[in-house]
């Protein structure tokens, strides 16, 4: 057995998050859509659909800076199964907005879908029976170590004009037991409503993930490691991060000057005390991690190396420059972990970027796969991305949600020589870069390959979901309507037959011609 106490299968899956997915109320939801796209992957070979965070975003929509990393983003809710289940009417949903089908407009979405969210909590305040009732306390009992907290931080701004916490009366913002005991008395029926919002997205969520595992699949999730200054993370575990008196960060997280950006990156989250929390025995990490794998099989942590050293930015500081780098809590962190989610680790190390020695020996000292992406392949033939460098014990990926679709790259980031460099390394013209790296990844040795969507779909910048630095436009994209019907799927699940990543599936009837590249490999 691996030091991780998990067994990576060989497989291959999809990344794509739950937004992106077609649906009635302009974002992707946990309606027939999803189910849909699991029946997708399933036809097609798959063995994983992989996302991102699923918590509620706040400003910019980012799914990485989320208002609570245990709460579900209610956004995700299928408002036409809140109607089956009683809690909406045909009447409530009859002036449904006409939304674009190809991007999430967040603001209008989060009116439309907020709004209905209110409407069926006063439906359940008004109709609901003895049973209904006791299902919805009885979840809001099991769940109470974290939604009771999030609901009244929910309510909470909601009264005070959506001001980030450390903005709110000092008795609130500290946490003043009168205080907070007076807010939950006055607000009692808001913070309920969170709590029944909450109750609604774990309950669809339930059901989509039980239908995933019924298919034979499983779900990649995704853990930032820092969490958003304006959460309620923060807010309710002051002494689990380096805040002043006022609830201010004294230093934030970063990355350093590098050949990318000389001034490095400034993202301004709170660092952790690590000391508190490990005088806690890690406690609020074994809670997160426990509350993500209810929700997932697999769990990528986003920004692994600051485990073994973060860059430590002073909160006053425009710009990453003046910082230095700081140990993390290192092994006795991992091995805390381990024990607290009985004996295993079922971990992706985002070990992207510059990463030094301990970094790979934090890694390797729990068997925990890194991460190889084929977009970054390309500087000559000694670069560990390339598939002739790859162990077993790596995730590859063809790009990711922060790169440009395949094709983007291709066009506008692949230079002269790094065109020449993949024609060399395949041994013939490139006509689909998305499908040259498809099958590259599809026949390393490691164990588990991710393609995005896009990729799949043969789709250009145009399909970006990220574009790292940008403060706005970014998480929006939307699957185009009908393109699930095209040929990538037939196309995948020959590849993925090919290449033994579901070695007891059916050789797929292929009614397309091979990809031009195919010629010359056969």
């Known amino acids: 057995m691996s030091a991780s106490g998990y067994q990576f299968q060989r497989a291959s899956g999809v990344l794509l998050h739950p937004t992106c997915l077609n649906g009635p109320d302009g974002i992707g939801d946990l309606g027939p859509d999803a189910f849909a796209f699991v029946d997708w992957l399933q036809r097609h070979g798959q063995s994983l659909w992989q996302i991102l965070p699923l918590g509620p975003t706040s400003f910019g929509d980012s799914p990485y800076q989320t208002l609570s990393s245990f709460a579900g983003n209610t956004l995700l809710i299928s408002l036409d199964k809140v109607k089956t289940a009683g809690w909406l009417t045909a009447d409530d949903l009859a002036e449904r907005p006409t939304f674009n089908p190809d991007r999430v407009e967040f603001g209008k979405v989060i009116t439309w879908k907020t709004g209905r969210l209110a409407r069926a909590w006063e439906n359940f305040q008004t109709h609901a029976g003895p049973r209904d009732r006791q299902e919805f306390q009885a979840w809001r009992d099991a769940n109470a170590a974290w939604v009771e907290d999030f609901a009244l931080f929910s309510a909470l701004k909601e009264s005070l004009e959506g001001q980030p ?111 508190s929390l490990k005088a806690d025995g890690y406690g609020w990490w074994i809670a997160r991690m426990r509350a993500c794998l209810a929700q997932v099989d697999i769990v990528r942590i986003d920004h692994f190396r600051g485990f073994a050293a973060c860059w430590e930015v002073p909160a006053e500081a425009k710009t990453a420059v003046d910082g230095q780098w700081i140990p993390g809590p290192g092994a006795e962190f991992f091995a805390a972990l381990k024990a607290g989610l009985d004996g295993r680790l079922p971990l992706i190390a985002e070990d992207l970027g510059v990463i030094t020695a301990d970094v790979e020996a934090l890694r390797d000292a729990f068997d925990l796969p890194g991460m190889k992406v084929l977009q970054f392949a390309w500087s000559g033939p000694d670069n560990l991305f390339l598939p002739h460098e790859h162990t077993p014990n790596c995730v590859v990926y063809s790009g990711t949600h922060d790169n440009d679709p395949t094709l983007g790259w291709w066009e506008h980031l692949a230079d002269a020589d790094t065109k020449i460099l993949v024609a060399d390394y395949v041994g013939t013209e490139i006509h689909e870069p998305n499908w040259t790296l498809i099958r590259l990844g599809l026949m390393s040795c490691a164990h588990t390959f991710i393609a995005t969507l896009q990729d799949v779909l043969g789709m250009g910048r145009e399909a970006r979901m990220n574009l790292p630095g940008e403060g706005s436009g970014n998480w929006n994209w939307r699957v185009p309507v009908g393109a699930l019907e095209g040929p990538g799927g037939e196309r995948l699940a020959h590849l993925t037959w090919l290449y033994r990543r579901r070695p007891e599936q059916d050789l797929p009837v292929r009614e397309d011609p091979p990809a031009p590249e195919a010629e010359h490999l056969h």
Request: glycine fraction near 8%; hydrophobic fraction near 40%.
């Open 165 to 275: 916490w450390h903005q709110w009366p000092r008795d609130l913002a500290r946490r003043e037991p009168a205080a907070i005991t007076e807010a939950r008395r006055v607000l009692e029926v808001a913070v309920s409503g969170h709590c029944f919002g909450q109750w609604l997205f774990a309950s669809q969520w339930a059901d989509l993930r039980r239908y995933v595992a019924d298919a034979g699949l499983k779900i990649v999730g995704d853990v930032p490691i820092f969490v958003a200054h304006d959460s309620c993370d923060v807010w309710a575990n002051q002494a689990f991060f380096r805040l002043d008196t006022k609830g201010h960060p004294t230093h934030v997280a970063g990355v350093p000057p590098d050949y990318f950006s000389k001034t490095g990156q400034l993202w301004g989250n709170p660092l952790y005390d690590w000391d």
